[in-house]
């Protein structure tokens, strides 16, 4: 490798930064460690790197600075001193650079002659990398110029991307003949005799293309080194044949835990649980990703802090050209968050099945419930319709009847001295006899005996004339001839729906009739009832859950559920020209849906 020995003009061709920064440290580094002086001429960050890796060698660059015998110059600020109208001021370049050399040459006479200079320029390499070869080269021989009154080793660095034509390579090879030596190097080039001059062009261009392609490689393989110790969500490294960790990115010590220092050398089944090692599962992996290419699968894996994650892997196998294993390329994803959400997600849904199961069970429970509670309902308006015309009834009737003969009494004895008496009496009569109606009335509306009795059929009438004597709507009633009687759960639903329709024409359509429609369809029964009024309000419409029909009963939701209970259905029609509410309900295995849901 090159060092610092003897005066020579050193030519350098280079494809990166840290080549070119490696040789430039042992020339100038050589030069200082034993007493020699040195000149570098050079951009800011090729400077900075220099004196780092100077310090790091133990050489103490400011003492040398201040003895006179190492002087830096900023090569992008220097260059412009010399360029006139875009080409090299020779004057300017020798008082210049020769001025630098005069300088420190003096400080060496004075101290000892055998003293030498080690200079670098880059000079050129910025004139070639700005497309200007010609001037480039003109730089160079100005060099060799001063090379012939100063006695100095001058290294010159050449990046490799301007020697692809030979229009370049012409005069750079012509100049490089006249240098005082070349110094034999890897990466430099050594010219001798005119005769060689046709095989050194292409030489030259045989190792600028190498250089390039190495460049372009390093650089490709650079890039995507650092990609991969970036990439932080991804556990990537390498395993050799035998399954041992080469390589640990970032994301491997993210996810895994282990430093590159702590796992570097470890077989990959660490990572894996107990039962997964007893089992082989490490060793088989690797043999299907030898064998197939590619290896996948997702498990539980355990971090050096004892955690299990679950992780989703890749195993894939490399191979050279020949087929040869030389290892495998392993990703690892952590998959735990998703795999908790996903149960989260299954819990989620789990829970909201069991909420609906329990929902419906709590609607057939309600109804249940609420069919019990109608059920109750009627048994007690039976009951308390009984009791109103066996007990209170009689009470009454008795009454009227000990009143009516106290009346008699009083009119036989004293005809002209008790008429008040007399007239008095008969109110009592008569407010008996209307309150023995109004008994009958009730208990006959609670639970008509004559529905339980006679039947539907009969009981409609009956309870119409009723209606019509203390609303003052006519009604008109039509029914099937061979319409027999229904289930006895049947009927009172229905006659319920006659209630509640009939309550709410009286109430609400302002109808001065209504018309009862009762009849069979199939194994159906039908019961209509129909109004000429102004019709049901449309948000009373829209709002079906409101009891928009009034009491007796327990309004339109208790009619639907009755209905639905025994397997029937309401519907509610209604226009400006009137409404027609109808009930229908099957009359065979009716009692099944009661215990259904």
């Known amino acids: 490798m090159l060092g610092y020995d003897h005066p020579a003009h050193v030519v350098e061709l280079y494809n ?21 002086a040195a000149i570098v001429i050079a951009t800011k960050p090729h400077r900075m790197e220099l004196e780092r890796r100077l310090l790091a060698h133990g050489l103490d660059t400011a003492k040398a600075t201040l003895q006179g015998r190492y002087v830096v110059l900023d090569a992008t600020e220097t260059l412009p001193k010399f360029m006139v109208n875009g080409s090299v001021d020779e004057t300017r370049f020798n008082d210049i650079i020769g001025g630098v050399l005069s300088r420190v040459q003096s400080v060496l006479y004075n101290n000892n002659k055998e003293r030498r200079i080690a200079a670098f320029g880059e000079l050129v390499a910025l004139l070639w990398a700005e497309g200007k070869p010609q001037q480039a080269i003109q730089v160079e021989q100005l060099w060799n110029d001063l090379a012939k009154k100063y006695s100095f080793s001058l290294l010159c660095a050449y990046p490799v991307t301007g020697f692809n034509n030979d229009q370049n390579i012409e005069p750079f090879l012509k100049m490089c003949q006249e240098h005082s030596g070349v110094v034999p190097n ?5 010219l001798s005799s005119d005769e060689e001059r046709l095989r050194s062009i292409a030489e030259l261009q045989q190792r600028t293309q190498v250089l390039e392609r190495e460049l372009e490689l390093r650089q490709s393989e650079e890039r995507f080194r650092l990609l991969v110790e970036a990439v932080q969500d991804y556990a990537i490294f390498m395993l050799d044949p035998e399954g041992h960790v080469s390589s640990w990115n970032i994301g491997a010590e993210r996810i895994k835990g282990y430093k590159p220092s702590e796992i570097i050398g470890s077989h990959f089944s660490r990572f894996y649980p107990e039962e997964d090692k007893k089992s082989g599962k490490p060793a088989w992996e690797l043999v299907v990703a030898a064998k197939e290419g590619r290896f996948e699968d997702e498990g539980w894996r355990i971090r050096k ?3 299990r994650f679950w992780a989703n892997v890749v195993i894939t196998a490399v191979k050279d050209k020949s087929g040869k294993l030389l290892g495998f390329a392993k990703v690892t994803r952590d998959f735990t968050e998703r795999i908790r959400i996903q149960e989260a997600l299954e819990k989620e849904v789990a829970e909201k099945r069991e909420a609906q199961r329990q929902l419906h069970n709590s609607e057939k429970s309600l109804r249940q419930l609420s069919l019990n509670l109608l059920r109750t309902q009627d048994e007690e308006r039976r009951r308390i319709g009984r009791d109103l015309h066996d007990s209170l009834g009689q009470y009454l009737a008795v009454l009227k009847m000990k009143l009516e003969s106290l009346a008699s009494l009083i009119h036989e004895k004293t005809q002209e001295k008790e008429d008040a008496a007399a007239h008095e009496l008969a109110q009592c009569v008569s407010l008996t006899e209307d309150s023995i109606k109004e008994v009958r009335t009730v208990a006959y509306l609670l639970y008509p005996p004559m529905l339980e009795e006679m039947g539907l059929k009969s009981a409609i009438p009956w309870y119409l004339d009723g209606f019509s004597a203390r609303s003052g709507i006519t009604t008109t009633f ?4 061979n319409f027999d009687r229904l289930p006895r759960e049947v009927e009172l639903a229905l006659f319920r729906v006659l209630q509640e329709s009939l309550t709410n024409v009286h109430r609400h359509s302002g109808s001065r009739i209504a ?24 948000q009373l419409m829209e709002q079906s859950s409101q009891d928009w029909m009034g009491s007796p009963g327990v309004g339109v939701r208790g009619m639907n559920e009755r209905m639905r209970q025994l397997g029937g259905r309401l519907h509610l029609i209604s226009s400006e020209s009137g409404t027609l509410v109808r009930a229908t309900i099957p009359t065979i295995g009716s009692h099944l849906h009661s215990s259904e849901s």
Do not use: W, Y
Not at 16 to 36: C, K, S
Not at 186 to 190: F, K, P, R, W
Not at 478 to 481: H, P, R, S
Not at 516 to 529: F, N, S
């Open 16 to 36: 990166d930064d840290n080549l070119l920064i490696d040789v430039l440290t042992r020339f100038i580094g050589g030069a200082l460690a034993i007493g020699d």
């Open 186 to 190: 890897e990466g430099s080039l050594q």
């Open 305 to 307: 802090d004892g955690s």
């Open 478 to 481: 039509e029914a099937e001839t």
């Open 515 to 538: 018309h009862v429609c009762l009849r069979m369809e199939g194994a159906t029964g039908v019961l209509e009832i129909e109004d000429k009024g102004k019709g049901v309000p449309l």
